[in-house]
């Protein structure tokens, strides 16, 4: 035979191509320490967005109330921004229910235009021309007529937190006089470490109240920063100006609810970085994870309007004020024409002032996100190594199809418990690289199988489709690994055909003819063994060698094997019908044997064949000979008969030694497929009560049952045992005679 394995020689395998991937990726992740890249971050931002989607709304505690300067109160009371006596009204009633804390999500960063101290100044000359000047002077000087002064009083009546914002880059201008004045203390844990000793968020300057209303309990920055996707994600929890941190409005709400004065910063100290990590910062009993900018990740409860809104107009008339009693309230605007609005995983538009409720609601209730780095690191490694090497020995034993429907699978079971074990338990654990590593993994490895597998199963199916049925041919394909490179010790059925009288047929009918006779009987002979799933190893002169078992595994290898020898000779009695008018008859005798040999690959190193080695081998050769001298047609070993029971009627031949071999085997003769009938199983009764007083060296017995039964049936079996019987009448054997007749000829 051809050699079989050429294709195993190359060295470049699918299954190595994915393993040298996942060892890159590993590489890269390794790499990357714990700073992702941008490309990685925005993927896992996208894919928790679609989380927060499919997760949908959830409860908020009920404790935030968001007053809302909304289109109601636009139409009823004017356009924004309203005089501040209207404010200041506004803020007396949400006092007066009371709140347990309000933030004002508005910078007063002017005075009041409409206050008559700013508005009667353009004024002046027109009420001095008319000699009214004194009574612009009286409105002037009269605090109750400030705007900013009634606003600024209403403020300091109540738990209040007054909002501001922070400019980030350098516009020229700041002043010294612009600083925020927050109430909270602010330590830090190690108390060695200083404010600018932390990997603060930093600002360029503030944007603050004027004097008149810097009159709150505390003060807090409402700037929330959109990542580069423009969706807001992570907020801070403070921010450095001028190496001062500085708290936001939502926390110095939640501090002033909690009514604690004192935060904690906590900060990594084995950061080998100039600057030290922010861990945490502790208020009282609560720990709060931030990141080391002092950001957390917001847990948004759902789309717009996930928290209560009261109109400004209603809270002016005195509507729902039980409504904000006990409540931490916020003073903002979801007004379209304000501008204040900001991208969410759950909406691109969505009121700045609904981010700050969620925010308290998050602190609240303790379920702020939490990006879980190192959980993310570890969880990377993990997956990329399992997953991925499922995924590649997937595509290369399971095939493209299935191997990427696997993957598929394997990738979406990656995705859900992503989310079921993480995400939902308030983990933000990005899998975007694990992703994109074993959709590249699948990409290439199936790309690289695709040409390797079409060439493999092209030489493949060149190398055995002489020698293996189709349908066994297309096993191998599918499953090319029973083609390895290698020696391996097997259990197989060994099958030896030979032609009776081949040298007399050859001289009668010519070369010519004879060429033609052999190519359709080994046509016949071949095409039998391959539709039994065997495979034809050689042909030897007029002799056919063939295997059931190997390359691919057959449980039935040996019923298989006397299935076809079986149908052989009865398609043998069809084909030398069109032989019959030149006196040709092909008379072939079968031999089969099962048991251990060693399959592979034998020759030299510049041409070998697969074939099979051992006494097996020898053994099933032999028997195949013996047909000649129990002029029988088809003769099995012991060794094959025990792998099947019912299937077939073997009648008992002998116990023999063949040459070369001490070990006696008993040989069978297949008679017929299931049960015999009555006729058959009487005359095999018959003969082994024959063989049982043969045995005994009870031979005059015993060849008078053999006679009776040549008589019969003329079957050249039962003769031999008369023949012998007759010898050993003559001759007795030795007392030791074990009954093993020991054949000297092949």
Not at 481 to 499: A, C, P, Y
Request: with cysteine; charged share 20%.
């Amino acid at each position: 035979m051809t050699s079989l394995f050429k294709i195993t020689s190359v060295k470049i395998t699918p299954f190595k191509i994915g393993l040298v991937m996942l060892a890159a990726f590993l590489g890269c992740w390794y790499s990357f320490h714990d700073q992702k890249p941008d490309l990685f971050t925005v993927l896992d931002n996208r894919i928790y967005d679609q989380m927060f989607k499919f997760r949908g709304p959830v409860p908020t505690s009920g404790e935030i109330i968001i007053v809302d300067i909304d289109e109601k109160s636009l139409k009823k009371y004017g356009q924004f921004p309203w005089p501040r006596d209207l404010l200041a009204a506004l803020l007396k009633n949400i006092n007066a229910a009371p709140a347990l804390v309000t933030g004002i999500d508005i910078v007063f960063a002017e005075r009041d235009r409409t206050t008559p101290a700013v508005s009667f100044e353009k004024y002046r000359p027109y009420f001095k021309k008319s000699g009214y000047e004194f009574i612009a002077q009286k409105l002037v000087r009269d605090e109750s007529m400030d705007h900013d002064l009634v606003l600024g009083e209403e403020i300091s009546k109540g738990n209040t937190v007054s909002g501001y914002s922070f400019i980030l880059e350098d516009d020229g201008l700041k002043t010294e006089q612009e600083a925020p004045f927050p109430s909270i203390q602010i330590g830090i844990n190690p108390q060695s470490l200083d404010y600018k000793d932390l990997t603060f968020l930093n600002c360029y300057r503030a944007v603050i109240n004027i004097p008149e209303l810097a009159t709150a309990v505390s003060e807090g920055f409402f700037n929330v920063f959109p990542d580069p996707s423009g969706t807001v994600r992570k907020v801070p929890l403070f921010i450095a100006m001028d190496n001062i941190p500085y708290p936001s409005l939502a926390f110095e709400m939640y501090r002033l609810g909690k009514k604690r004065d004192k935060a904690i910063l906590h900060a990594s100290t084995i950061s080998r970085d100039e600057k030290k990590r922010l861990l945490g910062i502790h208020l009282g009993m609560d720990f709060i994870l931030t990141d080391y900018q002092a950001q957390i990740a917001v847990n948004f409860r759902g789309p717009v309007y996930s928290f209560p809104y009261i109109s400004a107009a209603d809270i002016m008339e005195n509507k729902s004020m039980e409504k904000i009693k006990g409540k931490h309230v916020l003073i903002g605007t979801s007004a379209a024409g304000l501008f204040d609005t900001v991208a969410t995983p759950f909406a691109p538009i969505f009121p700045g002032v609904e981010v700050h409720a969620t925010i308290i609601d998050n602190l609240i209730q303790k379920d702020f996100m939490v990006n879980a780095k190192y959980t993310e690191i570890g969880f990377a490694y993990v997956m990329i190594l399992a997953a991925g090497l499922l995924i590649i020995t997937a595509l290369v034993v399971l095939g493209p199809l299935t191997g990427s429907t696997l993957a598929l699978l394997l990738i979406l079971s990656i995705v859900i418990g992503d989310y079921y074990f993480y995400f939902l338990n308030m983990q933000l654990v990005g899998i975007s690289y694990i992703l994109v590593t074993l959709i590249c993994v699948v990409l290439v490895v199936t790309i690289f199988n695709y040409f390797y597998e079409g060439r493999q199963k092209k030489y493949i199916r060149k190398a055995f489709s002489h020698y293996l049925a189709p349908s066994v041919i297309n096993e191998l394909i599918k499953n090319p690994q029973f083609l390895e490179l290698r020696v391996e010790k097997k259990e197989i059925t060994i099958f030896f055909s030979d032609i009776r009288g081949f040298t007399d047929l050859s001289e009668r009918i010519g070369e010519q003819k004879l060429g033609g006779f052999m190519n359709q009987y080994f046509s016949v002979i071949s095409r039998i063994i391959m539709k039994h799933k065997g495979m034809v190893d050689k042909y030897i002169g007029d002799a056919v060698m063939a295997v059931w078992g190997t390359p691919v595994d057959d449980p039935d290898h040996a019923i298989n094997a006397i299935h076809a020898a079986m149908e052989i000779k009865q398609e043998l009695a069809h084909f030398n019908k069109n032989w019959t008018h030149l006196g040709i008859e092909a008379k072939t005798g079968i031999g089969i044997n099962t048991g251990d040999v060693v399959v592979g690959n034998f020759g030299s190193t510049d041409r070998f064949d697969y074939t099979v080695l051992g006494d097996h081998v020898n053994l099933a050769s032999r028997l195949e000979g013996l047909n000649k001298t129990y002029e029988t047609d088809i003769i099995i070993s012991e060794f094959t008969l025990a792998l099947f029971k019912t299937e077939l009627f073997c009648q008992y031949i002998d116990t023999v030694r063949v040459k070369g071999k001490t070990k006696p085997v008993k040989i069978y003769h297949p008679l017929c497929q299931g049960l015999p009938d009555s006729a058959l199983e009487k005359e095999n009764t018959v003969f082994e009560k024959g063989i049982a007083l043969y045995m005994k060296k009870e031979f005059v017995k015993a060849e008078l049952i053999f006679k009776q039964l040549y008589d019969q049936t003329a079957t050249g079996l039962y003769l031999l045992y008369a023949q012998r019987c007759r010898q050993f009448m003559q001759s007795p054997p030795d007392d030791d005679w074990d009954g093993v007749f020991t054949h000297t000829k092949k």
